[in-house]
């Protein structure tokens, strides 16, 4: 079965920086897409960042400029570089991946940005 495993949540000041990181594992043959949800308190889970095999990026407007998606396809391992953090991208990030027309989701990692 499939399993997404994510690192690099923390607590960290405006204008800081994180990385996150997530691996795939489990016999993937098709890795369609891999990206970043996140949903903060009392808000509706929302796309970050979004990558396909093909290399094809989808930001959501609030992260365009900031944060940087990228992807290691022999590693089936997603990166998101988070740069000039505001206190409004707290929030616990989710790493997802979709393979062939299944989602799968990590556990999802806390991100705090404090003002």
């Known amino acids: 079965q499939v399993q997404l495993v994510e690192s690099g949540g923390g607590l960290v000041q405006a204008g800081g920086s994180l990385t996150l990181s997530c691996a795939a594992s489990g016999g993937i043959f098709n890795l369609n897409a891999m990206g970043w949800y996140r949903q903060a308190p009392g808000k509706q889970r929302e796309l970050v960042a979004r990558?396909?095999?093909?290399?094809?990026?989808n930001y959501v407007d609030s992260v365009k400029g900031r944060f940087t998606i990228s992807r290691n396809n022999t590693k089936n391992t997603v990166y998101v570089q988070m740069n000039s953090l505001k206190p409004e991208d707290t929030a616990v990030y989710y790493c997802?991946?979709?393979?062939?027309?299944?989602?799968?989701w990590g556990q999802g990692t806390q991100v705090t940005v404090s003002s």
């Open positions: 990558i396909t095999t093909g290399g094809t990026i």
């Open positions: 997802y991946a979709r393979i062939v027309l299944e989602d799968y």
